[in-house]
């Protein structure tokens, strides 16, 4: 499978992407620079962390207008699988591929901690090398993690079954004391309503070696390349 | 701008005469000013320079030792680790987010200075007491600030210390470390290169911002300090981090002839240091440097500390190339001027000499001082107070309250702010270690990387302390199992013209060259920090360690935490009653003085190596070396770490069991292993002259501690861990 990260100016995860993708994964793998507007051979595509152009207007309302975006779009509306990464999350709201917003973080600081995730949704490109309702450990680091949208929004997402991590405790109980950042209905990841696009805030690329202190963020690449060969056979 | 006379810039009547016995004239303003921020401690180092003269800079790890931009060693694998710390705590104690940003970005752009992709920071902060209101704007400034900066520029902020004490309520220090990985073949040097050469300037624009602020670092604080806001600079990350980027991507196609980044004293500084190297002249048109305001004089273009801006010298033919790679990454280049052989540095405006001073006068005829040191009354003072007839505090109590010691309790609140995970190769987390480990990808090897100090003992004996800081950075290494292999240092002190205070100096790198020598970690690169006073007088003296170290093989590495209950509990070294300079004689009896314990330098190397071995053979499963709180909260923090209690029994003598449990004498870990490996464990150490006594075992969930079989103390580990825990987030609340 032949994965692309996209690599806007401010971009930090890219390479830590293209590492997890690469030498993890063992795919292919190349970088897309923001510039480029046409986007041919990939099977998926990955938007990272970081802190695109600054985030300084407010994080990913600038890279949404980078050149390389209309073609993003294009490729997630012909059913290309794109995962969008903490920032690439944000970049994700910002274009309108994924439904709703990000606030800052409740406690108004920048946190970067272990959290745990319950897999609320395994019957996605993303998520199918979990059981259901698995509790698994992936970090976070950002300053604007605070999902929000409206309860209409809310209700369409809880429906579709499009809220694929929710933040939780170790045993997977799910409240305030384990929700980091104030997020609405502890929301950690969402899918669109077809499913091929994924805004996650925690980093599954942060925790894919043993030798990072945990493996569970392995699973959600795994699960895109499951995907896309069963979609090939 | 209002002009400064002579005095005003910091320059004194001796060196102004100087001044016009080499220009031979009056020098204009331009001239006077460049004279003034060159002859500044910060860039002259005219007080420290024949004191670090005492420091070993050489070895065969040494790639690059000190007089670049930062220092080098070699790791194998045609690698070079590039390293350096640095201060910024003028700007941070009044303005605290930029200053700390910008220390950040300063410390930074030293290393990718160097061809070096910069893959770690740390730091070593210093605050007064958290019960104080400016104190906690402070620190909640600093700590925002930095994890700002260097969270944006993707840079893990991996390891560091913070302490709190009272000397540093006007003057907190904020000192900034930054590791970068290059290969050998790539290390870029600040040098001129080929007369002829054009001179580039590429990144931000020039303003204002931050004139003479080398000068404002070395000079004591004031109410008026204040007033000096505009001296600190804005810091703007996102810019640093194209730079870094479109820098790496020169040295990688081989494009630069010399590279400099612009910190203290701007363009003047990073323009003279990169000519004087070859003996080179240089012109500059003021003109051509683009700027972000209107009206400036050639004076403020020159002497602006505006941050995020890089000096490129190109190799002759590679300027269109070079054009390309800074249009992508979307950064102005601009060339203004040019490389001259005839050893002046002058300064246009358009066609008109603005200035015109020899470069060897600003860099090699800067004024050196030997001052003459005068031991203060208090060392023989406290040095010989009598600790006998203290009553001893009841030591359960002494250990919860020294576990809710800012100084001591966990810095959670403090790194969670930062990204500590960025780069995915961080193998021991904050925390999780007596040193931060990360991998080197490619490779199988890891380093370790720590900043230490413990100010207090550094006051208390300079000597001793000096050699104590060295110590504890190395002993930290050993800890995760790395070989410490050189270090960096940032030395903190007040007013060096004050007899005093430049005896504390003199003594304190004495002592740090002492251990550095023993030990076999040579100063590679540093920075002084001096004039740190406020009305309330001089900082402890601070000379901070920033060491690194190697992992052969990254699998071999060790963490604090206890593992497995019936893991046997080893105290390597001996057990100690020296309670001189602890934190449990300043917490539970007010008491900051009695003699500093006095490391043995063989004793101490022959642990380190011990460590290391163990770590090596799978032998041991936890180490935490012995330091601020002594054997009792060395205990519980690797107990709080590892979710299991223990019971200790320890064989006390003569009723010195506060002595035992609080005492911070150097050369001495504990360390918990398999059952199974206990005899190897002790027979390893032993062969090596290193006392391994049991002392206990790893088990159920309370804090056991015996004396001779007596219960001492017992605590609940929920208890200790709440409160070692939560005690910094409850002051920030």
Redesign the interface.
Known sequence: MKFGVVVFPGSNCDADCFHAVKNVQGQDCEYIWHQQSKITGFDALVLPGGFSYGDYLRTGAIARFSPVMPAVIDFARQGGLVIGICNGFQILLEAGLLPGAMLRNKSLMFICKPVNLKVLNNRTPFTNQFNKDAVIEVPIAHGEGNYYCDPATLEELQKNGSIVFSYCGPAGEIGDDYNPNGSLSHIAGITNKEGNVLGMMPHPERCSETVLGGTDGFGVFASMIQWLKEARA | MKELSYREMGISDSEYQLVLDIMKREPNYLELGMFAVMWSEHCGYKNSRPLLKNFPTEGPQVILGPGENAGVVDIGDNQGLVFKIESHNHPSAIEPYQGAATGVGGIVRDIFTMGARPIASLNSLRFGELTDVRVRELFSGVV?GI??YG????IPTVGGEVYFHPCYRGNPLVNAMCVGLVNRDEIALAVAGDVGSPIMIVGAKTGRDGIHGATFASEELSDSSAEKRPSVQVG????E??LIEACLELIAEDLVAGMQDLGAAGLTSSIAECASKDGRGVQVDVALVPRRELGMTPYEVMLSESQERMLIIPRSGCENRISEIFDK??LDATVIGQVTGDGLFRVLEGEAVAGEVPVAALTESCPVYRRKGEEPPYYQELKSMDLTNICPADPAEAILKLLASPTIASKRWV??????????N??V?PGKGDAAVL?I?DTGKGVALTTDCNSRFVYLDPRIGGMLAVCEAARNLACVGAKPLALTNCLNFGNPEKPQIYWQMENSILGMAEAARALDTPVVSGNVSLYNETAAGAIYPTPVVGMVGLLEN?DERCTMDFKTEGDIILLLGSLSPELGGSEYLYLCHGIEGGAVPQPDLKQEKQLIDVLQWLIKQGLIVSAHDISDGGLAVCLAESAIQGKVGFQVDLPVQDNQINGQLFSEAPGRAVVSVKPANLAKAQELAAKSGIAATVIGKVAGQDLIYHDKGKPVATLSLAEASKVWEETIACYMK
Not at chain 2, 236 to 239: A, C, E, G, L, T
Not at chain 2, 415 to 424: P, R
Request: hydrophobic residues 40%; proline residues 3%; charged residues 15%.
């Open positions: 925002a994890a700002g969270n944006c520029l993707g703007d990350p996102f810019m981090k194209l990454w979307n790194y969670t702010q930062y990204d500590h995970q960025v780069m995915t961080t193998a987390v991998r990808k990254l």
